[in-house]
């Protein structure tokens, strides 16, 4: 009971102490009427409070509360205005405010009664979006379109995904874009951001972007000397932003074959277990992972092969029984064709080029177990070991197409040592005299010059063959003639396997036996087997049966030639 007397008390003193604020001096005249038509027109922290002119009053003031219950706190100016505008406000959990207005004149006085208001709730922007970002190597400028009800932004950069902690952060600005500059890889995602849009005290935050720097291209990668063992060591220079490479070696420039990745942090990487002799691509390219750069240009490298021995033998089969005459009384092609392929197999060659051995006619691989035809054409058989030898291309050369005469070629891959030599199996023109060396002469250079064109990779070359011209041409009986194969192939640094050879078996006997006893013997060879500057001769021999007595041939003849065999070592390439 008391408590309640004693806040009716005080609400009474208030009341006269307001009343006495707006009365002032007792003065006659009509009472005022009650102010009405109270409004208030608020933002989320200020009000402006209004009302009608209420009759008879000369002044007005306004006092405000934040209940019904509770008295005012706030009073507005005694004055003839009839608004006032109040800040500093702040939200309550029901009604935010109450103010009441007195009218006065003199002593005399009215009240209206209470008007409640709510402040405006304040004003929140849009968060970012549409943000886009333009990153190099080392700089990051992020950019975005205006959000509505923002006055500004900043933006927040960190090193992890939940920035918990800004590493920078750009000063509030109405400015849409900001560069971050000196970035570095730090590993993953390299940095995070977002877009944060003010109003007032008022932010929101865009969603979390991620910067991912990138990484430059390799410009090259030099595969250092691969090893004849199969190993190679490749490098290349650091890119920017590089955290990892990936390192590529494949069998084809379209990194499609046996294709072969390593990662590493280093700027090298090595590889083992190849296949000597062969050619292999590499490239390389930068990761700042999750980023990855742009590959480096693929770079061939062969790796070294060892060397390979190869035994060559040229033979001039007389298979179509052209060279049989009444006088030499050699057999038919079908009776000689075992003698021809005992020899051949007796003289351990695993390279045979065969003239005068028309495929259809002759059949002479049914003599050669083991061997596959590598190459044939007019007349010209090339046949090679199977198991020693892989056949990697062949085919044929047009030397005159006028007087019909052809070469044959096979590029062989030594299996074993993996290196290869092109072989050529060749018949040139006939006969003596200086017109047909002439014509000897144009038809090895145009072998030389085909042949060229088909060697891309300069694999050592073998020309093995009848070329039917030796020393003897430039004798008295033929005015004006030479060995015009051998000029041409020295002019080109091509030479005679026999010139290499140290220690030439069976020389003397020429390789045109024409089928008779006694032998010739005087080292005038038609039959010959030219060779690469490169490649070293370990044996020669021509390749002869002899009679028990070892004072002729033996008999029957197999061929009215005899081969011709090379023993060589091709170097490793």
């Not at 090259?220 to 990936?246: D, F, I, K, L």
């Not at 041409?488 to 390789?511: C, D, E, K, W």
């Not at 001769?537 to 003849?557: D, E, I």
């Amino acid at each position: 009971m008391h408590s309640r007397i004693g806040r009716a008390c005080a609400l009474g003193v208030l009341v006269l102490l307001f009343t006495s604020a707006l009365t002032g001096p007792a003065q006659a005249g009509p009472r005022p009427a009650a102010p009405t038509g109270l409004k208030a027109t608020t933002t989320h922290t200020s009000a402006v409070l209004t009302w009608k002119p209420a009759r008879h009053a000369t002044k007005y003031r306004a006092c405000l509360t934040v209940a019904r219950d509770k008295p005012c706190t706030r009073f507005s100016p005694t004055s003839s205005k009839r608004s006032w505008t109040v800040t500093g406000l702040k939200a309550t959990a029901d009604t935010d405010y109450y103010f009441r207005v007195t009218a006065g004149r003199g002593s005399r006085t009215r009240t209206s009664p209470l008007k409640g208001f709510n402040l405006k709730p304040p004003v929140v922007p849009d968060a970012p979006t549409g943000i886009r970002q333009a990153v190099s190597w080392s700089k990051a400028t992020i950019s975005w379109p205006a959000a509505r009800n923002a006055t500004s932004y900043s933006v927040c950069l960190s090193g992890n995904r939940g920035l918990t902690r800004c590493a920078r952060t750009s000063a509030p600005s109405a400015t849409r874009s900001v560069t971050f500059t000196g970035l570095r890889p730090t590993g993953g995602g390299d940095y995070f951001y977002r877009v944060r849009s003010h109003r007032g005290s008022r932010s929101a935050a865009s969603a979390v972007h991620r910067i991912d720097l990138p990484s430059s291209q390799v410009r090259s990668v030099s595969p250092a000397r691969g090893r004849a063992t199969g190993s190679v060591t490749a490098s290349w220079p650091a890119a920017v932003n590089a955290e990892w490479y990936q390192f590529q070696i494949a069998k084809n420039s379209a990194m499609t074959s046996k294709l072969r990745t390593v990662t590493t942090g280093r700027t090298t990487a090595s590889q083992s277990n190849l296949t000597i002799g062969t050619t292999y691509y590499f490239r390389v390219r930068a990761i700042n992972n999750p980023s990855k750069g742009k590959w480096s240009p693929v770079r061939a490298l062969r790796l070294p092969s060892l060397p390979a021995r190869i035994n060559v033998l040229t033979y001039n089969l007389c298979g179509q029984d052209k060279c049989v005459t009444r006088a030499n009384r050699m057999k038919s092609w079908s009776t000689r064709r075992a003698y021809a392929g005992r020899i051949a197999r007796g003289s351990g060659a695993d390279i045979i080029a065969t003239q005068e051995s028309h495929d259809k006619d002759t059949r002479f691989g049914r003599e050669l177990p083991g061997f596959g035809l590598a190459a044939y054409y007019s007349a010209k058989s090339l046949f090679y070991n199977k198991s020693k030898y892989d056949l990697r291309r062949s085919g044929k050369v047009t030397l005159s197409a006028k007087r019909g005469k052809y070469a044959v070629w096979a590029e062989l891959r030594d299996s074993a040592s993996r290196t290869s030599v092109l072989v050529v199996d060749v018949h040139l023109q006939p006969f003596k005299g200086r017109a047909l060396d002439d014509v000897r002469s144009t038809q090895t250079k145009v072998l030389l010059r085909k042949i060229a064109s088909i060697n891309r990779d300069r694999l050592p070359v073998v020309y093995a063959g009848d070329f039917n011209s030796n020393k003897s041409n430039a004798q008295r009986r033929f005015p004006g003639g030479y060995d015009a194969p051998k000029r041409v192939f020295n002019a080109a640094g091509i030479v005679n396997s026999l010139s290499r050879a140290t220690n030439p078996v069976h020389r003397t006997y020429n390789s045109a036996n024409q089928a008779v006893n006694p032998p010739l013997r005087s080292s005038d060879h038609v039959d010959h087997i030219y060779i690469d500057p490169r490649i070293s001769v370990r044996q020669w021999r021509v390749v002869v049966s002899m009679a028990r007595n070892g004072r002729g041939y033996a008999k029957p003849f197999a061929t009215d030639h005899n081969g011709v065999r090379a023993m060589l070592d091709v170097p490793g390439r």
